[in-house]
């Protein structure tokens, strides 16, 4: 496996030789047809079966995947939108148990979780595959490319945790593509990470089902979810996913006690009018309460929306500002480093309890969950 770094910079390579041959790197819309790669083969043989499924039609051998949102119906021999899981014979495999693609030790901050072990470093993991097609992702090529794109050996959950224990990293995130189509792998580290003291966290779309999320809720310690826009049209003509579901998620994700966050990024002219900013912060206010920290980070052009600015900042502080005075009390500015939206303010006294300079902290002032200074509670994970 590699760093995301050296991912990323393979694939920045790929891209360039298939561009200049005037090959396009291919890009799916409904269900993704099977390769002839033997790489694939290779991960055939080992691949095990799928959980969160069921066979429609055994003469054709027609299954349905219950894994996301999508809810594929997937032909024998075929995949589904993730391309992660295939219809073998009519049982349903998963591609990416075991096959992270890119590891990184990350700033808990990074994900980012701000009210989770400040300064904590997380072992993250990505594999290939997401249900989504984010115009925007700047993890494009992970998320986008295929199980057997990259030759990755197999990874089992045991030497995971051993890795992260090694790199003193008390914390394992699934992140870089979207956790949910490695649910198998996932949850099976987690499990394993947590008979050695480790905590694991998930970076989500928040398109899963409502199984698949209870499972890994009751395995995980925080989950982070990207509420992309507050319009079903925006989900659709950005994602070709659907707002419904990532409701559903975040609501469900409350309700199981796990700490949870919410990152909107904000992109000009596609989702940062005054109508929606209000909405989003309407909602989370009405249904997951005051205490979930919202972060409002900044676009860069990346994949296929090179054509748009980066996010003014005037607007992140517009919808930071617009949060707080709906009620929520842990609202940020994300991806603008040194922005004193960075910072965790005290809902009570109102001085800086957490410091941050980019990804990392400078000062932390909550003992035992309260504020030093007037010992007012402070929501969120903090030893």
Request: hydrophobic content about 40%.
């Amino acid at each position: 496996m590699y760093s995301r770094r050296e991912f990323l910079a393979r694939a920045g390579r790929l891209a360039a030789i298939l561009g200049g041959a005037g090959l396009a790197v291919p890009r799916w819309r409904g269900v993704a047809s099977a390769s002839t790669d033997p790489r694939l083969d290779e991960i055939l043989r080992t691949a095990p079966k799928a959980r969160y499924w069921t066979l429609l039609d055994p003469g054709s051998k027609l299954v349905r995947c219950l894994l996301c949102a999508h809810t594929c119906s997937i032909p024998a021999g075929e995949r589904g939108k993730c391309r992660t899981r295939m219809n073998v014979g009519g049982e349903l495999r998963t591609l990416v148990y075991g096959r992270p693609l890119a590891v990184h030790v990350d700033p808990i901050e990074k994900k980012p979780f701000y009210h989770f072990l400040p300064g904590a470093a997380a072992y993250s993991l990505g594999t290939a595959g997401c249900p989504l097609r984010c115009k925007f992702c700047q993890n494009w090529q992970l998320s986008q490319s295929r199980p057997e794109d990259n030759s990755v050996p197999f990874t089992p959950p045991e030497r995971v945790v051993s890795e992260a224990g090694a790199r003193r990293a008390p914390v394992i995130a699934f992140t870089y593509n979207e956790p949910t189509v490695q649910t198998e792998f996932l949850t099976d580290v987690a499990r394993a990470a947590g008979k050695k003291g480790l905590r694991s966290v998930i970076v989500s779309c928040g398109f899963m089902n409502e199984a698949p999320l209870r499972e890994m809720c009751e395995v995980l310690a925080a989950v982070k979810i990207d509420l992309k826009g507050f319009s079903p049209e925006f989900y659709r003509e950005v994602a070709q996913a659907e707002l419904a579901p990532v409701l559903r998620s975040i609501r469900q994700a409350a309700k199981s006690g796990v700490h949870l966050e919410i990152v909107n990024l904000v992109v000009p002219t596609l989702n940062d009018s005054e109508a929606m900013l209000h909405g989003l912060a309407d909602w989370v206010f009405g249904e997951v309460g005051p205490d979930v920290p919202v972060h409002f980070t900044r676009f860069h052009p990346d994949y296929q929306l090179r054509n748009l600015p980066p996010t003014p900042v005037s607007t992140l502080e517009k919808a930071r500002e617009i949060a707080m005075r709906k009620g929520i009390r842990y609202a940020y500015v994300g991806n603008v480093p040194g922005h004193p939206g960075n910072h965790t303010y005290c809902p009570g006294c109102g001085k800086i309890v957490v410091g941050r300079s980019a990804f990392f902290v400078t000062e932390n002032h909550i003992e035992q969950g309260r504020c030093r200074f007037c010992r007012g509670s402070i929501a969120g994970v903090w030893a």
